[in-house]
Every structure is written in structure tokens, then in C-alpha cells.
């Protein structure tokens, strides 16, 4: 690693640029090695975790601490526009508009890296569901079933949002090149041995665990993803079987 991270130092020279030190931070996973990464002849900081382009990335491997980011986040958005969702002036349709693109977008950014723990499946609907609440003036005591919400406010489950987005990423990732890093890391296997104990549910679990639903392999999902309305067709399908099952 120290000779890689040389090689990107001289590389950025090259064109005239340098790597600032302070804002490099060095992050190991499943390593037993504690030798100091230098940049410029000083050691680069170890730490638990780092944010990287919004996500919050952990040792933990996890994305627990992302989810409860995110959600911090999109509440501090939902008060700020708390006149809005107040207001008797405007209809449900538009404020649950204003909802997906203001607030759902700051809740959901990144979450088709996030994996199924008891975090995304709890908490995430929970907060989406506490807010849509307020777009038809729905007040306790007043009570409506989840299911009704959603069909008043024309929303789907969190859980199926987030697999719809992972497969739509995943049908991106699937149209370019065979030497994209993006694309080999779908089906990249990292070297290490993992703790002992019952494994965790994975990103790649979890995909891995749709394919087996659906029945195909990452050959022929590559070649489905390269009739974009096919493929659209394979990822509602797809969401539409797991909502069916939710339901028995």
C-alpha cells in the first residue's frame, strides 16, 4: 500500500497537483497489518471511520451509521419545510411531489450500497411513514395502516424503493465495460478471512439472494441489462414477486 500510494503521489505531481495530507485518512479492513502509510514523508492517520462523497464508510463494514446519517439529515430537511407540510393551500399529491424530490432524496442517497439489517428495514420506514402522515393531516389519535397510507399517497414500501434503486444502479453498472472497476466489483471476491461466527448480510448476499429469486446468473444479466426496456421489466417484476410474498 505504502508503494501505491507513492505511485499516486508522483502520478499527481506529474500534472501538477498534490494530495493534501490532512484530508487522507487511512481506513483497513480484515488486516493484521500495522505498518504506517506515509504520504510526503509523513504518516497518514488511522481511523474508525470516513466520509466519502456523502456515505459514511465504518471497519464495521456496515452501513448502519450511513442510514442513521441519512435519516438525521432528511429530518432536519422535512422541518425546514415545515410550513409547507402545514399548509392547507396545498393538495397531497404536491406535497408528497415536494416530499420525493426534496426529502426522499437526501434520505435514500447512496442506499443502493446499503445492505438489509435491522436499521434500513425498521427505522427507514418508520421516518418516511411518520412524514407522509402529515401530507393527508392525519393527527393522533387518528390511525391508518400503513398499506392505506401508501395507496393515499401513491408511495411504495421503503424496502422495495431501495431494491428497485439497487437494480436500476445495478443495470447501469451492467452496460459498461468488462475492465470498468465499478462493474468487476460486482463480482469481486476480496482476499481475507472473516471473523468467526455467523456471517453478516452482505451487499452482495442480499443481491445474490435476488438472483436466486429471479433465477439468473450475472451472464445473463448482462445480457438482459442491454435492452434497457427489458430490463425495467425484470426489476418491477422482480419487486412485484417480493411484494406478493411480503404480503402471505
Not at 402545514?86 to 445492505?115: C, D, H, M, P
Request: aromatic share 8%; charged share 25%.
Amino acid at each position: 500500500m505504502k508503494i501505491k500510494t507513492a505511485s499516486v503521489a508522483v502520478v499527481f505531481a506529474s500534472v501538477g497537483l498534490s494530495i493534501h495530507k490532512g484530508k487522507t485518512k487511512v481506513l483497513k479492513f480484515n488486516t493484521e497489518n500495522s505498518n504506517p502509510i506515509t504520504l510526503y514523508g509523513e504518516t497518514l492517520e488511522d481511523v474508525e471511520s470516513l466520509t466519502y462523497l456523502g456515505s459514511i464508510i465504518d471497519e464495521q463494514e456496515g452501513s448502519d451509521a450511513d442510514v442513521k446519517a441519512r435519516i438525521g439529515k432528511a429530518r432536519t430537511a422535512f422541518l425546514q419545510l415545515k410550513n409547507i407540510w402545514n399548509s392547507k393551500q396545498l393538495s397531497t399529491n404536491i406535497n408528497v411531489r415536494i416530499f420525493n424530490t426534496n426529502i426522499k432524496a437526501v434520505l435514500l442517497y447512496g442506499a443502493e450500497a446499503w445492505r438489509n439489517t435491522k436499521t434500513t428495514i425498521k427505522k427507514v420506514p418508520v421516518f418516511v411513514n411518520s412524514c407522509l402522515r402529515k401530507m393527508p393531516n392525519i393527527h393522533w389519535p387518528d390511525t391508518i395502516s400503513n398499506s392505506l397510507l401508501w395507496e393515499k399517497t401513491n408511495e411504495l414500501p421503503s424496502e422495495e424503493e431501495i431494491r428497485k434503486r439497487r437494480w436500476k444502479w445495478i443495470g447501469h453498472t451492467l452496460h459498461k465495460s468488462s475492465n470498468c472497476i465499478t462493474r468487476q466489483d460486482l463480482i469481486w471476491n476480496p482476499e481475507g478471512k472473516r471473523k468467526r461466527g455467523r456471517p453478516k448480510n452482505s451487499l452482495r448476499r442480499i443481491i445474490e439472494a435476488d438472483m436466486k429469486t429471479m433465477n439468473y446468473s450475472w451472464t445473463e444479466l448482462g445480457r438482459i441489462a442491454q435492452d434497457r426496456v427489458g430490463w425495467r421489466m425484470l426489476v418491477c417484476g422482480l419487486c412485484s414477486f417480493m411484494r406478493s410474498n411480503r404480503r402471505k
